[in-house]
C-alpha cells in the first residue's frame, strides 16, 4: 500500500467526515478549503483548485486557477470534532502546470531547507510563543480585561486561564505536539506553552497548529487569545523567541564544538554573524506590524540592539547554556505575529549565507544592554534594530540576502502591504496625539 491508500484507509477508519485543506497566506493568515471524505482521493491527487485571486498577495484573476498540493505527513484528526469529526492537511500552493507557486510561503520556505540539506544539515527549530488571553464581553467581543494578577511561573488559585492553558496543552498532545513546558509568562494574563524543536518545516507547520488550537480553546473557555505583539502599553508584550540549531547528517548538533572557549563550533559562530549581519533586514519579516514595534523597547525583555551574548538576555541573540544536542543560538526579535514560514526562511537563509562567506560575529556584549547609552553603542559599533515598521521595510528593500529567501514575489506584496499598513498608521490621529496637543496648542 503507498502512502495515499493508507491514508485514505485510515482516514475511513477513523471516520473522519470533513477534511480542512489549509495552507499559509503571504500576511501568515491560514486559508482553508474544506472537502468531504468523498472528495479526498481527488485531493491526494493534487486535484483540488481554488481561486488564487481571492487570497491576499497570491495573484491577479487571470492567472487565479491554483492547486492545492497536500502534505500526506501533515494528517491530523482535529480532537475537538467528533460527530462529523474533522481533520486537516497542510498543503503546499502549485500553478496549473504543476510547478510550485513562488508566492507560497511554504514553498520558500522548502527551499532554505533544501539550501542547507545540501550543505548537509538538517535544521532544528523549536519556537516560543507567547499571548494574551483576554476577556469578552457580552457580545462575544475582545476586552483588554485580564481574569488574573499572575507573574511569571505563578500559580493563581482560581485561575481561568491556567485552566484554558491547561486544555490547549492537552489538545496539542493529542495532536502530536511534545509539550516541554507550559507557564504563566511575566505580564498579567500571558502565557506561554513550548513544544520541543523538530525540523524547520515541521515547526513552522506546528506554529500555525498552535494558534490555531490556542484561538479555539481560548473561544470554548470565553476567553480571546491573541498573539498581538503589544497589546497593551506599559506592560511585556509576546515574542515568539526562535531556537535554532543544525544537525549533521549522523545526528550531530553542529553547533557543539568541545574545544572552543564557549563550546561552539565555527558553524555556530558562523551562523550567529550571518543572522546578526542581515537583522536589520528581515525584521519587516519577523516582526511585521506596525505594533510589532512597539514591542521592541527598552524595559520589556524585548531587544533593541543588534549584539549577541552568552550569558545576558538583553541583547538579541542569546546563545543557552545548555551544550551537547542542546547547543541553540536564540533569536529573540521574532514576535507571534509574523507568518513563520517566512520568518525561518529568512532568519534561516541569513545563517546559512553567514556560513558560505565565512563571516565572523562581533565580540559578544555581557552586560545589559538596556543600561547602554549611545556613546558606548557607538564606540562599540552596536547598531538597532528598525525603530518601525517603515524603516524596516527600507532596509528590507536593500537586502539581497533576505529578498532572495522570499522570492521576489513574496517580497513584493510583502513590503507593498507593509507601506499601505504604514500609510493608514500615519494617517490616523491616535488618542495619544489628542491628550497630548488639544489643549496645548
Ligand atoms: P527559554 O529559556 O528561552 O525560556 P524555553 O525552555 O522556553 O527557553 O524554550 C526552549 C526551546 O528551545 C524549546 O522549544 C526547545 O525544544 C528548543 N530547543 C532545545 N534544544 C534545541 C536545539 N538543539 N535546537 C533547536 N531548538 C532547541
Ligand atoms: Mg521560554
Ligand atoms: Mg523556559
Ligand atoms: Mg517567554
Ligand atoms: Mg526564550
Known amino acids: ?81 467528533d460527530s462529523p469529526r474533522e481533520a486537516r492537511l497542510i498543503c503546499n500552493v502549485y500553478k496549473t502546470d504543476g510547478t510550485p507557486f513562488h508566492g507560497c510561503p511554504r514553498n520558500a520556505l522548502k527551499k532554505v531547507v533544501k539550501e542547507a540539506l545540501d550543505m548537509g544539515y538538517t ?39 491556567g485552566n484554558a492553558r491547561k486544555d490547549m496543552t492537552m489538545t496539542l498532545k493529542q495532536m502530536g505536539f511534545e509539550i516541554e513546558a507550559s507557564h504563566h509568562e511575566v505580564a498579567p494574563g500571558q502565557h506561554e506553552i513550548d513544544f520541543k524543536y523538530a525540523d524547520a518545516l515541521v515547526t513552522a507547520d506546528r506554529i500555525m497548529t498552535f494558534k490555531m488550537v490556542v484561538r479555539i480553546i481560548a473561544q470554548r473557555h470565553g476567553l480571546h487569545a491573541t498573539f498581538m505583539p503589544k497589546p ?4 511585556n508584550g509576546s515574542g515568539m523567541h526562535i531556537n535554532m540549531s543544525l544537525e549533521t547528517m549522523d545526528g550531530k548538533n553542529a553547533f557543539y564544538d568541545d574545544k572552543d572557549k564557549l563550546k561552539l563550533s565555527k558553524v555556530a559562530y558562523h551562523f550567529l ?36 551574548s552568552a550569558s545576558n538576555r538583553s541583547p538579541l541573540v542569546r546563545i543557552p547554556a545548555k551544550r551537547g544536542n542542546s547547543t541553540r543560538i536564540e533569536l529573540r526579535n521574532p514576535d507571534p505575529s509574523a507568518n513563520p514560514y517566512l520568518a525561518l526562511a529568512a532568519v534561516l537563509k541569513s545563517g546559512i549565507d553567514g556560513i558560505k562567506n565565512e563571516i565572523d560575529p562581533p565580540k559578544p556584549v555581557d552586560s545589559n544592554v538596556y543600561d547602554m547609552d549611545e556613546l558606548e553603542m557607538k564606540e562599540k559599533g552596536i547598531e538597532g534594530l528598525p525603530a518601525n515598521l517603515y524603516e524596516a521595510v527600507k532596509m528590507l528593500s536593500t537586502n539581497e540576502v533576505v529578498k532572495e529567501a522570499l522570492g521576489q514575489h513574496i517580497f513584493k506584496k510583502l513590503t507593498g502591504a507593509a507601506l499601505y499598513e504604514w500609510n493608514e498608521y500615519s494617517k490616523d490621529v491616535s488618542q495619544w496625539e489628542i491628550n497630548r496637543y488639544l489643549r496645548k496648542y
Not at 475511513?12 to 500576511?27: G, P, R
Not at 483576554?134 to 476586552?143: A, L, N, Q, V
Not at 528581515?282 to 514591542?295: E, G, H, L, Q, W
Open 232 to 235: 497593551k502599553f506599559g506592560i
Open 123 to 161: 535544521i532544528n527549530i523549536g519556537p516560543e510563543c507567547e499571548f494574551f488571553l483576554f476577556h469578552t464581553d457580552e457580545k462575544g467581543e475582545p476586552s483588554l480585561q485580564t481574569h488574573d494578577n499572575a507573574g511569571y511561573f505563578d500559580l493563581a488559585p482560581v485561575d481561568l486561564g
Open 273 to 308: 554573524a550571518g543572522v546578526l549581519k542581515q537583522a536589520k533586514g528581515f525584521a519587516a519579516v519577523t516582526n511585521p506590524t506596525v505594533n510589532s514595534y512597539k514591542r521592541l523597547i527598552p524595559g520589556y525583555e524585548a531587544p533593541v540592539l543588534i549584539a549577541w
Open 1 to 81: 500500500m503507498n502512502h495515499k491508500e493508507a491514508l485514505l484507509k485510515k482516514a475511513k477508519e477513523l471516520e473522519v467526515e470533513f477534511i480542512h485543506l489549509q495552507f499559509t497566506d503571504i500576511l501568515g493568515v491560514m486559508k482553508n478549503v474544506s472537502i468531504t471524505i468523498e472528495q479526498l482521493e481527488k485531493a491526494l491527487d493534487n486535484e483540488i483548485m481554488f481561486d488564487g485571486s481571492s487570497i491576499d498577495g497570491f495573484v491577479r484573476i487571470e492567472e487565479s486557477d491554483m492547486y492545492l498540493a497536500p502534505d500526506l505527513s501533515t494528517f491530523i484528526v482535529l480532537p475537538w470534532t
